[in-house]
């Protein structure tokens, strides 16, 4: 299983910064899994954003969640991100990752694997 | 600010075993499994470590992964000059619904 972001490299402040991730040697339209979007901002840590499970159900970062959307196309076997009204503080390196979450009764189990290369997205004042 | 505690660095003589720690509550490392992620320099962060313990396929024995009430520890034995990376801790925090990542732990062999 392979996965590629894509998307512009340089977003002027205050628009809409979207990606895609389209996933190879394996099917987004699947029950089992959900696919995610992951960043890191230059020189620092890891930030979860959301992820979509199949058939459309989200899950986002409360913290960026009015300002997040992210929707499947399964014809193309790819999943997206839109982050709007973006400011300097949303310059990073965006990650797309498949997401493995299960609910037992000790607790949930949520990992992102195999995460994309990753694509640079730069806000311009 | 992470609500997850990691030391923001370690280090070892090759051939030693180093140990990072990551601290949690309740909410998050208290009640679900943790995951660790070692991201090389200039790379995406690579599953090293799921459901506390657990490696995926392809991942030395030389790193193991354990977990205690609201804290988890990575572990990595016979150190090499190739874990020189930053290692996070990670997990699902049930109080805000959501994935949290530690603030990350950079390691040096020296």
């Known amino acids: 299983l392979q996965l590629q972001e894509s998307g512009p490299g340089l977003v002027k402040s205050s628009e809409t910064l979207s990606l895609t991730c389209t996933v190879s040697?394996?099917?987004?339209?699947?029950?089992?899994?959900?696919w995610g979007w992951i960043r890191q901002s230059p020189g620092k840590g890891l930030e979860w954003i959301g992820s979509?499970?199949?058939?459309?159900?989200?899950y986002y970062n409360p913290s960026l969640k009015s300002r997040v959307t992210i929707s499947e196309d399964t014809s193309k076997n790819q999943f997206s991100l839109k982050l709007s009204s973006v400011t300097a503080a949303d310059t990073a390196v965006y990650y797309c990752?498949?997401?493995?979450?299960?609910?037992?009764?000790?607790?949930?189990?949520?990992?992102?694997?195999?995460w994309g290369q990753g694509t640079l997205v730069t806000v311009s004042s | 600010q992470s609500i997850l505690t990691q030391p923001p660095s370690a280090s070892g003589t090759p051939g030693q075993r180093v140990t990072i720690s990551c601290s949690g509550n309740?909410?998050?490392?208290?009640?679900?499994?943790v995951n660790w992620y070692q991201q090389l320099p200039g790379m995406a962060p690579r599953l090293l470590i799921y459901?506390?313990?657990q490696r995926p396929s392809g991942v030395p024995d030389r790193f193991s992964g354990s977990k205690s009430g609201t804290s988890a520890s990575l572990a990595i034995s016979g150190l090499q000059s190739e874990d020189e990376a930053d290692y996070y801790c990670?997990?699902?925090?049930?109080?805000?619904?959501?994935?949290?990542f530690g603030p990350g732990t950079q390691v040096t062999v020296l």
């Open positions: 990752a498949r997401h493995m979450a299960y609910k037992q009764q000790r607790g949930a189990d949520h990992w992102f694997d195999p």
């Open positions: 040697g394996g099917s987004i339209s699947t029950n089992s899994f959900f």
């Open positions: 979509i499970y199949f058939g459309g159900s989200t």
């Open positions: 309740t909410s998050n490392i208290g009640t679900n499994t």
């Open positions: 459901r506390n313990h």
């Open positions: 990670a997990v699902w925090n049930d109080s805000l619904d959501d994935y949290v």
